[in-house]
C-alpha cells in the first residue's frame, strides 16, 4: 500500500517491506528496519489491518490456489482442449486478406458468398 512518498509491503509469512520512492524509487533499501521509520511503518499496518482482515484474506488466496490447482490437474488428466487451441490449418488459405485495392472487395465478397446467377427482368424488352 501507498501513502504519500511510502510504500509498504505487508506479508505475514514474509518480513515487512518499506520504501522511500522520493529517495529510493527503484526500491532497493528496505527502510522497515531503521528507529526512524518506525511511526509511518505502525501509521501503515495500522491502517492495513483497519481496512482488511489479513487472515480472511489470506485463507481466500489459498482456497482460491487449491481451486486452480483441482482444475489444472483434472485438465491434465483428461483430453481437455484449451481455450487456446489453434487447428491444424494453413490460415492464409481459411481466410481472404485484403490488399487494400478495390479488387480485395470483390474477392472478399466472392469468398464468402455463393454465385448466384442475375434475376431476369420481369418484363423483357422495358429498361
Same mark, same amino acid.
Given at each position: 500500500?501507498?501513502?504519500r512518498? +511510502?510504500?509498504?509491503?505487508? &506479508? $505475514?509469512?514474509?518480513?515487512?517491506? #518499506?520504501? /522511500?520512492?522520493?529517495? /529510493? @524509487?527503484d526500491? =532497493?533499501?528496505?527502510?522497515?528496519? $531503521? $528507529?526512524?521509520? !518506525? *511511526?509511518?511503518?505502525? $501509521? #501503515?499496518? /495500522?491502517?492495513?489491518?483497519?481496512? +482488511? ?5 489470506k485463507? %481466500?488466496m489459498a482456497?482460491s490456489? =487449491?481451486?486452480r ?7 491434465? !488428466?483428461g483430453?481437455?482442449?484449451? +481455450?487456446?487451441?489453434?487447428? =491444424?490449418?494453413?490460415?492464409? =488459405?481459411?481466410?481472404?486478406? *485484403?490488399?487494400?485495392? %478495390? ?5 472478399? &465478397?466472392? !469468398?464468402?458468398?455463393?454465385f448466384? *446467377?442475375?434475376? @431476369?427482368?420481369?418484363h423483357?424488352?422495358? *429498361?
Open positions: 500500500m501507498r501513502k512518498q +511510502w510504500k509498504y509491503i505487508f &506479508c $505475514e509469512d514474509d518480513p515487512p517491506q #518499506l520504501y /522511500d520512492l522520493h529517495v /529510493d @524509487p526500491e =532497493r533499501f528496505n527502510r522497515s528496519v $531503521e $528507529e526512524t521509520t !518506525a *511511526s509511518i511503518e505502525r $501509521e #501503515l499496518l /495500522d491502517y492495513l489491518h483497519a481496512q +482488511w482482515d489479513v487472515r480472511a484474506l485463507e %481466500a482456497t490456489a =487449491r481451486q490447482l483441482f482444475i489444472q490437474n483434472m485438465r491434465q !488428466a483430453d481437455f482442449v484449451g +481455450w487456446d487451441y489453434q487447428p =491444424r490449418r494453413d490460415a492464409s =488459405r481459411q481466410f481472404v486478406g *485484403s490488399g487494400g485495392a %478495390a479488387l480485395a472487395t470483390t474477392i472478399k &465478397c466472392l !469468398a464468402r458468398f455463393l448466384v *446467377s442475375p434475376k @431476369p427482368p420481369d423483357p424488352g422495358q *429498361s
